[in-house]
T-cell receptor, first 113, second 118 residues
Framework: KQEVTQIPAALSVPEGENLVLNCSFT??????LQWFRQDPGKGLTSLLL?????REQTSGRLNASLDKSSGRSTLYIAASQPGDSATYLC????????????FGKGTKLSVIP | GAVVSQHPSRVICKSGTSVKIECRSL??????MFWYRQFPKQSLMLMAT?????????EQGVEKDKFLINHASLTLSTLTVTSAHPEDSSFYIC??????????????FGPGTRLLVL
């Protein structure tokens, strides 16, 4: 059974800092990995999706990497802003035949002005 | 982009009553929808997969007679929490994939429904 772990559970940084969020998964046979953002009491917004054959994806100040063999992904946020404050969730899709996602518990990020 | 809506956004009910939550895909057809539950400071846990025109499939430990799922059309799935108890209080989120999109495969999530059972 796939398990997804995110470290740290919470992170507080001053505005302008670069930061890295970590995600690990136990079964390396994944189809893709996705990073989401969740604001308090809200649904999920997809940030980046990395296919199993890819090593990284970039969108603006966000860069996600994937090392499938070691079961790890990182989300790099450059020049953090207070608006980046949210919970970031990592989710793994295990196979092409199923759209089911397995989520980590998330990292709660606070960017202090 | 694709939009998924949920109604209501929050609901408070008395213990023992039933609550229905709707999940709609607004601009695409969804033959499959997923229902998740999220407790405070916990991850989203998949409860069940809703299939249009057939029975839902439930994850282990989820009572199918308590959480009734109906996927009556290609744009609507409903989750009914029957005889709700305080321990059912949670954040319920639905999602729907756009099937066939192999390049930009993702799931679109609804905004969630906050259920509080008193």
């Amino acid at each position: 059974k796939q398990e997804v772990t995110q470290i740290p559970a919470a992170l507080s940084v001053p505005e302008g800092e670069n930061l890295v969020l970590n995600c690990s998964f136990t079964d390396s046979a994944i189809y893709n990995l996705q990073w989401f953002r969740q604001d308090p009491g809200k649904g999920l917004t997809s940030l980046l999706l990395i296919q199993s054959s890819q090593r990284e994806q970039t969108s603006g100040r966000l860069n996600a990497s994937l090392d499938k063999s070691s079961g790890r992904s990182t989300l790099y946020i450059a020049a953090s802003q207070p608006g980046d404050s949210a919970t970031y969730l990592c989710a793994v899709r295990s196979g092409a035949g199923s759209y089911q996602l397995t989520f980590g518990k998330g990292t709660k990020l606070s960017v202090i002005p | 982009g694709a939009v998924v809506s949920q109604h209501p956004s929050r609901v408070i009910c008395k213990s023992g009553t039933s609550v229905k939550i709707e999940c709609r895909s607004l601009d695409f057809q969804a033959t499959t929808m997923f229902w998740y539950r999220q407790f405070p400071k916990q991850s989203l846990m998949l409860m069940a997969t809703s299939n249009e025109g057939s029975k839902a499939t439930y994850e282990q430990g989820v009572e199918k007679d308590k959480f009734l799922i109906n996927h009556a059309s290609l744009t609507l799935s409903t989750l009914t929490v029957t005889s709700a108890h305080p321990e059912d209080s949670s954040f319920y989120i639905c999602s729907a994939p756009i099937l066939g999109q192999k390049v930009k495969e993702t799931q679109y999530f609804g905004p969630g429904t906050r259920l509080l059972v008193l």
